[in-house]
């Protein structure tokens, strides 16, 4: 095996947190896993190697315990659908078959009471998720939840249809793509239900929380695809990652395509933080929990990212950052030229979008 690509430290402005129960979270998830027989045994040995729980209990740190366990489980059942399902299985590359799996997993989200998939370990480990986000979150969140798994299903959908031809999309599409395949978006829904609050409806739907929302996908997505690159590059198969559709879209080796990602995610993330703070005067209190929610899961993505075996491979060791920048590589407010995003940058005034300013005039939320 040639020598992998380095990582060097990414830039994160976010202070480091984790729940103090997490050893707890991880022992639930290990039960949950084996009583719900989530996966083949072989996958589900491996995912539990992952440090799941410890995921989780950073994306939620000051969280109410059963929701930081709710979310462990949960991610573990998408990696067994994401894992086993997408990247590993048969079905990964038959984008229609795939299509109706997903949809008749998602009715059991909808109605576990449906007599449907009774035999299937993951509809059942579905269901007993279904159950608990109905308990731990509103109707509307509940919905919401269902929703956003719908986004994440039909996004690897899209997925599964260049890994059948073998082709990497345009940056453009990725980005798109990535917005959603991540299963970020999943996680959202439960950032409330951790604190107990729902997002007044007129903040929810404005087109700045949105954006904020997808900023954290973008940062969390592309930071797994520096983090995941050792492992998804020397695996056999086919695999998607921002830094391989930077090579390919602009004839870039894999140090220059990292360096370009690393560049991408720092004009987010700075973005992000921008945002946030010119909102911060006018955001309701429960806006601005959320807002700290998606920090937490923005680093607590980082934190897991570079520790977890999952990407460190100690059999085949990853070279992955121990530390994060103080700084950003770049901070110049120009936006990506990516069509799918780049209105981001519209959100702040020119001027403004370099300096940060408490006196931002934003539209009244
Ligand atoms: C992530 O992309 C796939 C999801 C199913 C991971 C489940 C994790 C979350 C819902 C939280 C978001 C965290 C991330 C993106 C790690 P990909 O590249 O297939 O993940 P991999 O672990 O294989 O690199
Ligand atoms: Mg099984
Ligand atoms: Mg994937
Ligand atoms: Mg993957
Ligand atoms: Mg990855």
Request: hydrophobic share 40%; aromatic share 10%; proline share 8%.
């Amino acid at each position: 095996n040639e020598p992998g690509l380095i990582v060097p430290p990414i830039y994160t402005p976010i202070p480091p947190a984790i729940h103090p129960r997490y050893q707890a979270v991880e022992a639930h998830t290990a039960a949950w896993a084996e009583a719900f027989q989530v996966g083949s045994d072989e996958l589900r040995t491996r995912l539990l190697r992952h440090s799941i729980g410890t995921f989780a209990a950073r994306i939620l740190p000051a969280g109410q315990e059963p929701v930081v366990a709710l979310l462990s489980d949960f991610v573990l059942w998408l990696f067994a659908v994401d894992d086993g399902f997408c990247e590993e299985g048969a079905l990964g590359r038959r984008p229609g078959d795939l299509a109706g799996v997903l949809h008749r997993l998602l009715r059991v989200a909808q109605n576990p009471e449906a007599p449907m998939l009774l035999d299937d370990s993951l509809a059942d480990g579905l269901r007993d998720l279904t159950r608990r986000v109905s308990r731990h979150g509103t109707a509307g969140q509940a919905a919401a939840w269902c929703n956003a798994l719908r986004e994440y299903f039909f996004s690897v959908v899209w997925e599964a249809s260049h890994r059948r031809e073998g082709t990497v999309p345009s940056l453009a599409d990725y980005t798109l793509m990535r917005l959603y395949d991540g299963a970020t978006t999943v996680v959202y829904p439960l950032l409330e239900m951790g604190h107990g609050y729902e997002l007044p409806m007129h903040e929810r739907d404005q087109p700045y929380v949105r954006a904020a929302t997808e900023m954290a996908s973008f940062v969390i997505t592309w930071d797994n695809d520096l983090f995941s690159h050792h492992k998804e590059s020397r695996g056999d198969g086919y695999y998607l990652n921002a830094i391989r559709v930077l090579q390919e879209e602009r004839g870039l080796t894999p140090d220059q395509a990292l360096a370009t990602a690393i560049e991408q995610r720092d004009r987010v993330m700075c973005l992000f933080m921008r945002l946030q703070e010119s909102l911060a005067d006018q955001a309701s209190p429960q806006l601005r929990t959320y807002f700290q929610g998606l920090g937490s899961f923005i680093r607590g993505s980082q934190d897991w990212g570079v520790s977890s075996h999952r990407y460190t491979t100690p059999e085949d060791p990853a070279s992955l950052p121990t530390s994060f920048r103080q700084t950003p590589v770049v901070d110049d407010g120009e936006p990506l030229e990516i069509p799918a995003v780049s209105w981001w940058w519209n959100l702040l005034p020119d001027p403004q979008r370099r300096v940060p300013s408490a006196r931002m005039p934003m539209p009244a939320l």
